[in-house]
């Protein structure tokens, strides 16, 4: 039987359980998260698409249990979200809370990305969110961003994320693609909104799971 406030999270990178964690004991004290973490997944994506991660994805989810899970991977997020009907369980990418959000916010939106990966699945998510609202996406990819993610360099990758919002003009918002910048949208000093993932994302999934 799945309790209240019980969900189950998937990650592509072990950076995001303690993100996730402080989110949970800030805002959620005592729901119960339950973290899987399989980079593989992200590689195998960014090498054959992400429909190559589909029948991974199904045995993973279903090993899970009846519970909600919330994939914090922009980037395998919709081919996630596909497998929801045949596990009979929600499954929710973490960035269409925040898609949601930007869409109500204006038409005008930048999409800034550490992976060449996400941008098309965001842009798609965008337009999906919109429901036939005419909005335009200008997608960005952040030069050495990635490099320093993949050296350890949290400092760097956000301050490189950070410096490419700030320049960002002519958008009504500016999202985040990767749940990995959240971090940035407090370095940026720009007056256009900057909306990242994980803080809505958890908040949509567990209320999922306390539903009835």
Do not use: K, N
Request: some cysteine; aromatic content about 2%.
């Amino acid at each position: 039987m799945v309790t209240a406030a019980d969900l189950t999270l998937l990650h592509t990178s072990p950076v995001h359980v303690p993100v996730f964690d402080a989110l949970r004991d800030r805002h959620h004290p005592g729901a119960v998260l339950r973290h899987l973490v399989v980079p593989e997944l992200l590689d195998r994506a960014r090498a054959h698409g992400p429909a190559s991660v589909a029948p991974a994805l199904r045995d993973l989810l279903a090993g899970a249990g009846p519970r909600p899970v919330l994939v914090t991977c922009s980037t395998i997020g919709a081919t996630a979200e596909a497998q929801a009907p045949a596990l009979g369980a929600p499954v929710l990418r973490v960035d269409r809370p925040m898609a949601a959000a930007a869409v109500r916010t204006g038409p005008c939106i930048a999409v800034l990305a550490a992976l060449a990966s996400t941008l098309a699945p965001t842009a798609e998510l965008l337009a999906e969110e919109a429901g036939g609202r005419p909005v335009s996406v200008a997608t960005h990819l952040v030069a050495g961003a990635w490099d320093s993610f993949e050296a350890g360099d949290t400092a760097g990758y956000l301050t490189r994320v950070a410096e490419a919002a700030d320049t960002v003009t002519g958008a009504d918002v500016i999202v985040l693609a990767q749940a990995s910048m959240a971090g940035a949208a407090g370095l940026a000093t720009t007056g256009t909104p900057v909306l990242a993932s994980p803080r809505p994302g958890l908040a949509a999934a567990l209320a999922l799971s306390a539903a009835p």
